[in-house]
T-cell receptor, first 116, second 119 residues
Framework: GESVGLHLPTLSVQEGDNSIINCAYS??????FIWYKQESGKGPQFIID?????DKRQGQRVTVLLNKTVKHLSLQIAATQPGDSAVYFC???????????????FGSGTRLSIRP | DSGVTQTPKHLITATGQRVTLRCSPR?????VYWYQQSLDQGLQFLIQ???????AKGNILERFSAQQFPDLHSELNLSSLELGDSALYFC??????????????????FGPGTRLTVT
């Protein structure tokens, strides 16, 4: 499949360890944040979202942490598996629901590599 | 398999031409999003439709347009194509209003994409 973002930062993690992928966002007024996973040659896959008034949200084997003070978002993956190998994107959402100006802004992505 | 289909899978065309990309959402999903992914600009949100109406517009060029039909499938029209329009174009569907509302989920299901090459 195609490589997306050939010059992405790479995080290498031992299989079975926890992974922490970080993202800095730009707009302190963003309303929601989303994490996506994209495997080679495939479309993105929604992982989890978090509203701006929350600090933490948990899903299946994943936890997203939001630190609004430093405009930082992280995705923690527990017990990393080979199938977790992918590029991970964060995105921030700026909502203006009474107009058509609401936007989704993506980060550049981090490649997660799993060592056996 | 996300349940979202996109056609064609690949498209090669010349500069100045016009193409139409098609997206069929998952059964029952009312929202359709379009995205562009290129190596130099990454993922970019283009536009969202909810139940036939345009609800959010992102970095979509004036040469591009989209619509969502009564059966909820969507088409993205790209005209006066330039070399820089070469990219992967993804659509995604969702049962939620997303950018069309507040306090809801942004869970989306992406299609496999259409790879557009402009020569």
């Amino acid at each position: 499949g195609e490589s997306v973002g050939l010059h992405l930062p790479t995080l290498s993690v031992q299989e079975g360890d926890n992974s922490i992928i970080n993202c800095a966002y730009s707009n302190s007024a963003s309303d929601y944040f989303i994490w996506y996973k994209q495997e080679s040659g495939k479309g993105p896959q929604f992982i989890i979202d978090i509203r701006s008034n929350m600090d933490k949200r948990q899903g299946q084997r994943v936890t997203v942490l939001l630190n609004k003070t430093v405009k930082h978002l992280s995705l923690q993956i527990a017990a990393t598996q080979p199938g977790d190998s992918a590029v991970y994107f964060c995105a921030e959402i700026n909502l203006l629901p009474r107009s058509s100006a609401s936007k989704i802004i993506f980060g550049s992505g981090t490649r997660l590599s799993i060592r056996p | 398999d996300s349940g979202v289909t996109q056609t064609p899978k690949h498209l090669i065309t010349a500069t100045g031409q016009r193409v139409t990309l098609r997206c069929s959402p998952r059964s029952g999903d009312l929202s359709v999003y379009w995205y562009q992914q290129s190596l130099d600009q990454g993922l970019q949100f283009l536009i969202q439709y909810y139940n036939g109406e345009e609800r959010a517009k992102g970095n979509i060029l004036e040469r591009f347009s989209a619509q969502q039909f009564p059966d909820l499938h969507s088409e993205l029209n790209l005209s006066s194509l330039e070399l820089g329009d070469s990219a992967l174009y993804f659509c995604a569907s969702s049962p939620y209003p997303g950018l069309a509302g507040v306090r809801n989920s942004y869970e989306q299901y992406f299609g496999p994409g259409t790879r557009l090459t402009v020569t």
